[in-house]
């Protein structure tokens, strides 16, 4: 990148890093450090004409909330509609955040519409970070209370045998992109 005098590095932050109380201590101090890590490459390969810039997700609904209860495979994906509806109130934008929000932003970031943005972490958190009301008790009963629905949800006899495989079925998301 310093050879061709261009180029976009991003690294993904967490909200966890930018505020305490929304994860495990040593999770947010790691996120706390990439961001930084991000701001000080920056400041070193700005003049060579690359960019650093950082991406801090917040409640993205992912199989990992699901694993972190115990659930695997299939299962993990049946009951991600769970941990969305648990996200969708926990921030001023009343939905849970998708992995194309990150994706989009990691698009616009590497783009030349971001071509004088360097140094800058985005979260990406429907208003968490800034307005969320979240301390550390609040985070411990939230893991706690995500394994407790993800877990009742799993005990639920699914729709279909688990010999067939259940229908993908797109749901509505914002601005009429889908979402699985």
């Given amino acids: 990148m310093l050879r061709q005098g261009s180029g976009s590095i991003i690294t993904i932050g967490s909200a966890a890093g930018l505020r305490g109380g929304f994860g495990g201590h040593v999770y947010g101090a ?3 450090a990439a961001i930084h890590l991000s701001r000080s490459a920056a400041s070193e390969l700005a003049r060579g004409g690359v960019r650093v810039n ?3 997700p917040g409640g993205i609904v992912t199989g990992i909330f ?5 659930v695997h495979g299939s299962d993990a994906d049946r009951v991600l509609g769970v941990v969305a509806n648990r996200f969708a109130t926990l921030q001023p934008i009343p939905r849970a955040g998708v992995t194309s ?3 989009q932003a990691a698009v ?4 030349d519409a971001a071509s004088f943005i360097t140094g800058q972490d985005l979260a990406v958190d429907g208003g968490f970070v800034p307005f969320g009301k979240f301390g550390w008790e609040e ?4 893991r706690a209370e995500l394994s407790r629905l993800v877990r009742a949800e799993i005990a639920k006899e699914p729709e279909t045998s688990r ?10 998301a914002p601005r009429g992109r889908l979402w699985w």
């Fill in 54 to 56: 950082s991406i801090s």
């Fill in 101 to 103: 929000d990150i994706a």
């Fill in 108 to 111: 616009f970031l590497a783009s």
């Fill in 30 to 32: 790691s996120k706390a």
């Fill in 139 to 142: 985070s411990v009963e939230l």
């Fill in 163 to 172: 010999d067939e495989q259940p229908s993908r079925r797109p749901m509505a």
């Fill in 66 to 70: 699901t694993k972190s209860a115990g």
